[in-house]
């Protein structure tokens, strides 16, 4: 059974620190990684892919990967009592019928 | 207009009842998927269909059955409804150039 993990959280920053949120994945042969952010009670929404190893910045958004570690991280800047939220970072199982892989998502609340 | 829609979006039943969540979308996707969400299990899938003639069970498709009626619509199924089916259902479409997924609103059923 492929995996995604992540920690449940909640992780707490205050306003303006910068939110670090990890995820390890267990197939190696894994090629496209996703974050994903869901306010309560709505729906995933894309936040950031990331396809190669290193950073990717969107904005106070940084994507990292590292495929030798099989770890994907997401940073926010800056943070924001709006980005609270459960962020879901998610892999592409290529070798399995091309299905997407969920964690079970880490709660984030940025505090005013 | 949304792109993604679910209908309906809150259900409650009883225990052994046959219930049809359906699911529409105007993105022009051939790749749709059914998924459940349950609180610190994040999203599991349960159905997944690549094209039309396409169907394929996910990692937890006992006790549901789904009909890909055309391009735009992919119905799930619950033949009897039991209460740990009690979850948050999610309709989601995806691209296969981009695999980025694309979720509708969401059902949230409650088995009696």
């Known amino acids: 059974q492929k995996e995604v993990e992540q920690n449940s959280g909640p992780l707490s920053v205050p306003e303006g620190a910068i939110a670090s949120l990890n995820c390890t994945y267990s197939?190696?042969?894994?090629?496209?990684f996703f974050w994903y952010r869901q306010y309560s009670g709505k729906s995933p929404e894309l936040i950031m892919s990331?396809?190669?190893?290193g950073d990717k910045e969107d904005g106070r958004f940084t994507a990292q990967l590292n495929k030798a570690s099989q770890y994907v991280s997401l940073l926010i800047r800056d943070s924001q009592p709006s980005d609270s939220a459960t962020y879901l970072c998610a892999v592409v199982d290529w070798t399995g019928g091309f299905k997407t892989i969920f964690g079970a998502g880490t709660r984030l609340f940025v505090k005013a | 207009d949304a792109d993604v829609t679910q209908t309906p979006r809150n259900r409650i039943t009883k225990t052994g009842k046959r219930i049809m969540l359906e699911c529409s979308q105007t993105?022009?996707?051939?790749?749709m998927y059914w998924y459940r969400q349950d609180p610190g299990l994040g999203l599991r899938l349960i159905y997944y269909s690549f094209d039309v003639k396409d169907i394929n069970k996910g990692e937890i498709s006992d006790g549901y059955s789904v009909s890909r009626q055309a391009q735009a619509k992919f119905s799930l199924s619950l033949e009897s409804a039991i209460p740990n089916q009690t979850a948050l259902y999610f309709c989601a479409t995806s691209d296969p150039t981009q695999e980025t997924q694309y979720f509708g609103p969401g059902t949230r059923l409650l088995v009696l």
């Open positions: 197939d190696r042969g894994s090629q496209s």
């Open positions: 993105k022009g996707h051939d790749r």
């Open positions: 990331i396809y190669s190893n």
